[in-house]
């Protein structure tokens, strides 16, 4: 008969577990209560990581204060974002209130059978059910219309806040910045402090370099597809144009969406611009994936398309559409990690070569 075994386990290790466990819960409920706070930091650092290029010139070239380097750069930003605004956003808000002026006859037109998309209701009856919807409370349930008016102006109250706070916090990041890392290796044993000085140098090359070339490559997404429509004479080119823009900043999806968006309304102006308009966004499509992108982002992300999706699904599972856009820096620097970790297990688990005695000549 096989006698009975009994596996005992110490009490301290059993405390141990529990108290592990328990310390990750509350990891876990502080990140829940504290996510928007923690999406505004992330921000802040991507921003912070974006302007420090411009820092470090400054100080290459004559600025060698830090304080200044980053109070001249932060102060070209908003100037140049209040120029962007001073020149675009008056032509944004005319031509966005034509278009909502707009969809009032475009919707009637449907609702009668007539224009393009006439057949919506002559074959699929869709403003009657849309009506139907609504009657029945279903826009209400999905769209969550209750309070309308109380979560607007919360909406607005923290959209303020966070870009105050977050404005705050880049210039803070980017003015301490080397100093909280210089506190960092500080507190590592010097014979490792260069290893994690390369592993945090090759992190700031992924992350800046992402995010500054995204920017770069939705401006010349934005830009390109308003002179196109220009040209086809759509109307509120401007406004579409700053549409593509901001969508094309969504990894994977965001191109396609702005390509269906845009190639609706110019569809809704004649064929012929509709048809040039899917035509320039393929062939777009095509040259940013293939030049703009290795071009622009270098050597700086090197992520396989199955772990640029997989962190982009993650990203917007946790934080909507501004983790979607962290996704990737997130997955690159974990990548970083990752590969110093196998490189100095893989080093430390190779045996050195033994040394050849030298005999001299005789």
């Keep these: 008969m096989v006698p009975e075994r009994l596996v005992r386990f110490p009490v301290r290790t059993i405390l141990t577990v529990l108290g592990t466990i328990i310390a990750v819960a509350v990891v876990l409920e502080v ?55 001073a020149l675009f956003v008056p032509t944004v808000v005319h031509q966005v209130t034509e278009l909502v002026n707009k969809i009032p006859d475009y919707v009637h037109d449907i ?44 909406s607005v109250i ?18 301490e910045g080397p100093k909280w890392m210089e506190r960092f290796y500080g507190l590592l ?15 700031y090359r992924t992350v800046g370099g992402y995010v500054t070339g995204n ?74 994936n293939h030049f703009l992108q290795p071009v622009v982002y270098g050597r700086t992300v090197q992520l396989s398309p199955l772990i640029v999706l997989i962190s982009v699904l993650i990203g917007a ?7 979607a856009l962290g996704a990737i820096p997130v997955a690159g620097a974990i990548q970083v990690l990752i590969v110093d970790w196998l490189r100095h297990r893989r080093d430390r688990n190779t045996p050195a070569a033994p040394a050849i005695p030298q005999t001299g000549e005789t």
């Design 31 to 85: 990140i829940m209560i504290a996510r928007h706070v923690i999406v505004w930091i992330l921000i802040s650092l991507f921003l912070a990581l974006a302007m420090n290029p411009a820092v470090e010139f400054f100080q290459r070239h004559g600025i060698q204060r830090r304080g200044l380097a980053s109070g001249l750069t932060f102060l070209l930003v908003l100037a140049a974002f209040a120029g962007i605004g």
């Design 158 to 175: 923290s959209i303020v806040l966070g870009t105050i706070t977050i404005a705050f916090l880049a210039f803070f990041m980017l003015l």
């Design 215 to 288: 920017l770069l490559i939705s401006l010349i997404a934005g830009g390109s597809t308003t002179i196109v429509l220009i040209i086809m004479g759509v109307p509120f080119a401007v406004a579409l144009g700053l549409v593509v823009a901001i969508l094309d900043l969504i990894p994977l999806a965001g191109a396609t969406i702005a390509a269906i968006l845009i190639g609706t309304v110019a569809f809704i102006h004649s064929i012929v611009a509709g048809i040039v308009v899917v035509v320039f966004f393929i062939v777009y499509q095509q040259i940013e």
């Design 317 to 323: 599972e946790l934080a909507g559409i501004l983790g």
């Design 189 to 203: 044993p010097p014979e490792s402090r260069p290893r994690w000085e390369n592993v945090c140098n090759q992190i």
């Design 111 to 154: 609702s009668q059978g007539k224009g393009r998309f006439g057949f919506l209701e002559t074959k699929y009856h869709l403003p009657e059910r849309i009506k139907d919807a609504i009657n029945q409370g279903g826009a209400k349930k999905v769209l969550g219309l209750s309070g309308t008016a109380l979560s607007i102006t919360k």
